[in-house]
């Protein structure tokens, strides 16, 4: 065993990205060889990953492509540290694995676990059933040691549905372990605003501004 980023990573089970539907439990898997034209011969290894941790690798990270009335299992490739997700591994009718481009996926594909890795939070944004996001950011807080990333991604989502109350709640933890900005701020003003809050409105856009805001 060695150490990833302060995780157990187990080195004695490699296989082929065809074959990654075989494990039932891993959550995260690291590429350990890329050098194939063919990503389903790539080499990858599992972890024991509980969230996308922040440091710079590709992973395959189990995911569920998102429909009103169901989900469906598959897996999302996610460079790290951009956040980058570039395409999706899927069973066809015949259960064998296939790739997909993630940018040609008509609903939504999210991973079921959090990130500490900062990104776009619509990642996490399934418009289908936008709970389903919600509830993975949730459970990734408790799991987090820093919390600010988790924190942001869900605040937004929230924002997004109009749910002021729960992205203030979300933004209030990012603010207590350190905002990735400024814009922070500036999201908790617009948000108190939306109260009729007007003194945590002013306190926020004082704080936005006195950290860099125009």
């Known amino acids: 065993m060695q150490n990833v980023g302060g995780k157990a990573k187990n080195t004695q089970t490699t296989m082929k990205l065809k074959n990654i539907f075989t494990d039932k439990n891993t959550k995260i898997f690291l590429v350990t060889n890329d050098d194939k034209d063919n990503e389903l011969e790539w080499t990858i290894e599992p972890t024991d990953f509980e969230l996308i941790p922040d440091e710079e690798e590709t992973f395959f990270v189990r995911a569920k492509q998102v429909y009103t009335d169901k989900t469906v299992d598959c897996f999302l490739n996610i460079v790290t540290p951009e956040r980058i997700a570039d395409f999706v591994i899927k069973l066809d009718k015949n259960n064998k694995a296939i790739v997909e481009?993630?940018?040609?996926?008509?609903?939504?594909?999210?991973?079921?676990?959090?990130?500490?890795?900062?990104?776009?939070?619509?990642?996490?944004?399934?418009?289908?059933?936008?709970?389903?996001?919600?509830?993975i950011l949730k459970d990734g807080l408790t799991k987090s040691l820093t919390k600010n990333v988790i924190a942001e991604d869900l605040g937004y989502i929230l924002r997004d549905e109009?749910?002021?109350?729960e992205a203030i709640e979300a933004f209030l933890i990012s603010e207590q372990n350190e905002p990735s900005s400024e814009y922070i701020y500036g999201e908790l003003a617009q948000l108190y605003g939306q109260l009729g809050q007007l003194d945590k409105?002013?306190?926020?856009?004082?704080?936005?501004?006195?950290?860099?805001?125009i």
């Not at 944004?125 to 389903?132: D, H, L």
């Not at 109009?162 to 109350?165: A, G, I, K, L, S």
């Not at 409105?201 to 860099?212: S, T, W």
């Open 162 to 165: 109009e749910r002021t109350e």
């Open 101 to 135: 481009n993630f940018s040609d996926q008509e609903n939504s594909v999210i991973p079921v676990v959090a990130s500490d890795c900062f990104g776009d939070y619509e990642l996490f944004y399934a418009k289908e059933n936008p709970q389903f996001g919600i509830d």
């Open 201 to 213: 409105q002013l306190e926020y856009e004082k704080k936005y501004k006195e950290n860099g805001g």
